[in-house]
């Protein structure tokens, strides 16, 4: 499976990016997809995933009402709407796959699209 991430860029604050994956692959079947980002110096963190039959969506807590995430399942594509960005949501984000219903793992990582709030 293959996962590229795009739509990062410069924006102000209270601005709004919206990002994309598209994953390609034959063995592409997901439980879940999720995105996570990694601001610099920090470890990676969870941002919101989404099941990949049936759209269940989760978000971190400190996130929730500003990112909103959706897929096309048709398209293999997954998507992270941001708003009312803030300087502390400058990192590089990335989708991953979570395989399976059992094991809470994400086994297949893009290479990330950096996004950079700032004035």
């Known amino acids: 499976v293959q996962l590229v991430e795009s739509g990062g860029g410069w924006v102000q604050p209270g601005g709004s990016l919206t990002l994309s994956c598209t994953a390609s692959?034959?063995?592409?079947?997901?439980?879940?997809m999720g995105w996570f980002r990694q601001a610099p110096g920090r470890e990676r963190e969870y941002v919101a995933s989404?099941?990949?039959?049936?759209?269940?969506?989760y978000y971190a807590d400190s996130l929730k009402g500003r990112f909103v995430i959706s897929k096309d399942n048709g398209k293999r594509m997954v998507f992270l709407q941001m708003k009312n960005l803030v300087v502390e949501d400058t990192a590089v984000y990335y989708c991953?796959?979570?395989?399976?219903?059992?094991?809470?793992?994400?086994?297949?990582w893009g290479n990330g699209t950096e996004v950079i709030v700032s004035v």
């Open positions: 991953g796959q979570r395989p399976t219903v059992e094991k809470n793992e994400y086994t297949s």
């Open positions: 692959g034959r063995s592409f079947s997901p439980f879940r």
């Open positions: 989404i099941t990949w039959i049936g759209g269940s969506r």
